[in-house]
């Protein structure tokens, strides 16, 4: 009795560890129906959620911490323009008796007018040929420094908050490969570290995805491919990402047309602690199989040195590989 209970209590748990490889926490709809790539080679997740009431989603310091510098550049320099364009309106209503111009040459056009004390007012730059006469026109200048400083305040801290925010700039190459691996083979790819500040506990987890049939029913099944090394304790040049395809890997038997068969993706999660910053950082891509090269190898990357000279690698080379002499069998 106590052996059956026993038996009942591992075929439980051999379960519960597969219902939990089943999504990874895309969930059950996806795991069963979803034929589209799971993550992008940039990271970013292939997912989208519709309903959400728009102010709900809204967030628009996370969207301006995450945007590129590019974009969040252009969007400050818009919101600029935009301001000063809208007072410098507001100031032409007016007239020429409310913003007067005392220099040697007076604007004529009375919207440049505007717009360029705009842009004074709203810089603290203050020259003084161009200055406000009557409350009205004063009054519509305090409110306008007060919008401008507000705005030079929020744009200030994104953007320190921007250079502050500890991330991750792996660069992955660009194809895994299949290549000869001790007695065997095994499934690897590369990565280096972009950055000059150093990255400390570097750990990989490398997960396999592909559709299988359970009980007549199409469902997307995921596999942790056990690493040759899972973690580096340091990473100043590049690291191989090795999986062992062994009798105990999900990968051994297939071929390159299983994988394109079943949709297979290769999900890369890696997590390293920023030594500047000594906080964690992480970044995650994936390769299907259109990106998996087999019967290949990475070529060296190591940079020939001559005595006392630092060790040193060419990052040009990283994704360079070539095919070997002799074919891999599954």
């Known amino acids: 009795m106590q052996e059956q209970n026993t038996f009942q209590v591992t075929k439980a748990s051999a379960s519960n560890l597969r219902d939990e490889n089943r999504d990874l926490g895309f969930g059950s709809v996806v795991a069963r129906e979803s034929r589209q790539r799971l993550l992008n080679p940039d990271g970013s997740f292939n997912v ?19 945007m590129s510098w ?34 040697n040459t007076p604007t004529e056009n009375l919207f440049l007018r505007g717009f360029f004390f705009s842009v004074q007012t709203f810089a603290t730059i203050g020259y003084g040929t161009i200055h406000p006469v009557g409350v009205i026109p ?12 507000i705005v030079t305040a929020l744009v200030t801290g994104i953007v320190f908050a921007r250079f502050s925010r500890p991330t991750a700039r792996i660069k992955f190459s660009k194809n895994a490969v299949v290549a000869p691996y001790q007695n065997g083979k095994g499934f690897m790819f590369r990565l280096v570290n972009m ?11 490398v997960l ?31 690291w191989t990402v ?33 030594e500047g ?4 950082v992480h970044t995650r891509t994936s390769y299907k199989p259109g990106e998996i090269v087999w019967n290949a190898k990475f070529v060296n990357l190591y940079n020939e040195m001559n005595a006392n000279e630092p060790i040193s690698i060419n990052i040009r080379k990283l994704s360079q590989i070539e095919k070997v002499s002799r074919e891999l069998h599954p």
Not at 195 to 205: F, W
Not at 277 to 280: I, K, M, P, S, V
């Open 48 to 66: 989208q959620r519709t309903g959400l009431n728009f102010i709900t989603s809204l967030s628009l310091y996370h969207t301006f911490l995450t």
């Open 70 to 103: 590019a974009t969040f550049l252009l969007l400050v320099l818009l919101l600029y323009f935009l301001s000063n364009i809208l007072f410098g309106l507001i100031y032409a209503f007016l007239g020429a008796e409310a913003i007067v111009d005392t220099s």
């Open 138 to 149: 004063n009054l519509l200048v305090t409110i306008e420094s007060y919008y401008s400083m």
């Open 195 to 205: 950055r000059s500040s150093q990255l400390i506990d570097v750990s990989a987890q």
């Open 208 to 238: 396999f995805s592909r559709f299988v049939e359970e009980d007549g029913v199409i469902t997307r099944q995921f596999d942790n491919l056990q690493l040759e090394r899972r973690m580096v304790s340091f990473l100043p040049l590049a």
């Open 242 to 274: 090795v999986h062992s395809i062994d009798e105990a890997s999900p990968l051994y038997g297939l071929t390159h047309e299983d994988l394109e068969k079943s949709d297979a993706e290769i999900l890369i999660l890696l997590t390293a602690i920023d």
């Open 277 to 280: 910053f000594a906080q964690t």
